[in-house]
């Protein structure tokens, strides 16, 4: 629910939502019209779930992803999240158990990050969001690593050779990441 | 009922870096081929719970 409730936003940011759990379709089909017409939850209600969500009775494509895991149960897919790039690579994998629910704050932020980091060939450092300082890769030849340290390039905070930080403005990642026209 | 119909065997998780296995569904709308279907796109694939509730013998 509260997935579908951003879904718009995930779009935004050229990310499509694909759900799977291990029920029938009617099942899928009753669910969604009972979270569209009757369940009201921290204040969010008349949800309507536009993505796909997969049935999966067989538990052959749960399987294919390691989604069951039997210590936890055997007839049901734990909460598992893979992040798969424009070329179908699986880019990020997160697992929650059955009973603890998934931060889509976090989601939305790992999807921002992997686009910012694939972008401008940086890493993002712990609780990195947009407009904070970003890891520049380590200087490769020695001689680059002691131009860093003496002549400090444009833009970039070296405490040492090896740990390199830029600033990259969030309008610079919002125009690089986010689909145009789509404010 | 048993919560052992069918026979479980459970495949590692695809790592980080690995291609996305392939697969097609039947979903709440329509038919989908992944990850062909979204080339171009990222792509949050996430797993729910399963809403039907299986019985539990009161002793189990």
Known sequence: MTFASMQQEFAAYNTALVGLSVDGLYSHIAWLRTIKDKIIFRDMMNVEVTFPLIEDVSMRIAEKYGMIMPGEDSTKAVRAV?????????????????????????????????????????????????????????????????????????????????????????????????????? | MTTNEFPITTTAMPRIGDPAPAFTAVTTRGGINVPADYAGKWVIFFSHPAISLRCVPANS
Not at chain 1, 118 to 141: K, L, N, Q, S, Y
């Open chain 1, 82 to 183: 893979f992040v798969v790039d424009p070329e179908g690579k699986i880019r990020t994998v997160i697992y929650y158990p059955l009973s603890l629910g998934r931060n889509f704050d976090e989601l939305l932020r790992v999807i921002k990050a992997r686009q910012t980091a694939d972008h401008f060939a940086v890493a993002t450092p712990a609780g990195w969001r947009p407009g904070e300082p970003v890891i520049v890769p380590p200087a490769g030849p020695c001689g680059t690593a002691a131009e860093r340290m003496s002549e400090q390039a444009d833009g970039l905070h070296c405490e040492d050779w090896f740990f390199c930080t830029e600033e990259i403005p969030v309008q610079d990642i919002e125009s690089a990441v986010r689909v145009k026209g789509n404010a």
